[in-house]
């Protein structure tokens, strides 16, 4: 089936399951207002997510600093691709307090690549991290950061802010790594994972489905996560932001995402978030904790268990 008619298809109709609510109500909008009158980035904006109404709605949002134009040009992704502006040292404090009048219990921070950068952006991400905790001493903070090339002494900046997660999205398959994340490399991104679990963090990453990728190949994706320590993984539909951007091969349906997540589990991973909506940032407040998720799935196992004795 051609790119085309793939397209068309998805402008027609796209199944139930993915249908989301439109954001409204007053949380929402005092959410909106803190953004704006901060000036602050989101990628909850910027990445066009489904959640966002959701996730506004109770009062949570996923900072994006370093501005908001990328020097990688991703063939999913629908934030801005350039030369960025001039780094803003003023941010970390800017994305602090929007926390603290936000009062958020948990905050997720992220970023665009600055590969022009020497140090990658990590001294605004230390300082930024810093700042938070300095202004909010009781929240929890996941920081989803770029790859940083590997290079461990900008990644290590990251391991001595020592937030409570560390996020970095291998996003694909290996073999759609070329074409999905054009400047990217597949064991670069496992690289990275592996220093920050040496760093003693607990770490997180996300797969986007629906790019072309076969079963056997998302299977050895969380093989190779499993075996580089990650704790998390996120597993969601990918959607088409543009019609510039990589078409959707397929929709995958609600009853294979519950199957990756039992797999998931099988291979020993803490914590696996799997559904057509989930998001990198999706419920992150609750895989701060070591072993929630393995633990409701192991009382879900139970309980079937015990409904067919």
């Not at 909106?32 to 000036?39: E, F, G, I, Q």
């Not at 780094?87 to 022009?116: G, Y």
């Not at 679990?197 to 969380?222: A, H, N």
């Not at 929630?292 to 004795?309: D, F, M, P, S």
Request: glycine share 6%; aromatic share 6%; net charge neutral.
């Amino acid at each position: 089936m051609s790119a085309t008619i793939v397209n068309e298809e998805q402008k027609i109709k796209k199944p139930d399951w993915l249908r989301v609510k439109l954001p409204i109500g007053e949380e929402y909008k005092h959410v909106r207002n803190l953004v704006d009158t901060h000036k602050l980035h989101t990628i909850c904006e910027s990445g066009n997510c489904p959640n966002m109404g959701e996730c506004w709605g109770a009062g949570t949002a996923t900072f994006m600093i370093l501005g908001n134009i990328c020097t990688r040009s991703c063939g999913f992704c629908a934030v801005a691709t350039g030369r960025p502006d001039a780094v803003d040292w003023d941010e970390p404090q800017r994305v602090a307090e929007a926390i603290h009048l936000m009062k958020v219990k948990h905050a997720v921070i992220t970023s665009v690549d600055r590969d022009e950068l020497k140090d990658g952006g990590s001294i605004i991400w230390y300082n930024t991290i810093k700042a938070v905790y300095a202004l909010n001493p009781t929240t929890t903070l996941e920081t989803l950061i770029p790859d940083f090339k590997a290079e461990k002494h900008n990644i290590q900046r990251i391991i001595d802010a020592a937030p409570d997660v560390v996020s970095h999205n291998i996003e694909t398959t290996e073999r759609l790594t070329k074409q999905v994340r054009i400047q990217a490399k597949y064991w670069q991104s496992m690289e990275t994972l592996k220093i920050l679990k040496e760093g003693g963090m607990r770490t997180k990453s996300g797969i986007m489905l629906g790019l072309g990728e076969t079963k056997e190949e998302v299977i050895q994706t969380l093989k190779d996560l499993n075996n580089s320590g990650v704790d998390v993984v996120t597993i969601g539909q990918y959607l088409q932001p543009t019609k510039k951007h990589l078409p959707v091969d397929r929709f995958i349906h609600p009853d294979e995402f519950a199957e990756y997540r039992e797999i998931g589990y099988s291979l020993g991973l803490d914590y696996v978030e799997s559904g057509p909506l989930v998001r990198s940032s999706y419920h992150s407040e609750k895989h701060v904790i070591k072993n929630w998720g393995r633990n409701k799935w192991l009382e879900e196992k139970q309980a079937a268990t015990a409904n067919n004795v």
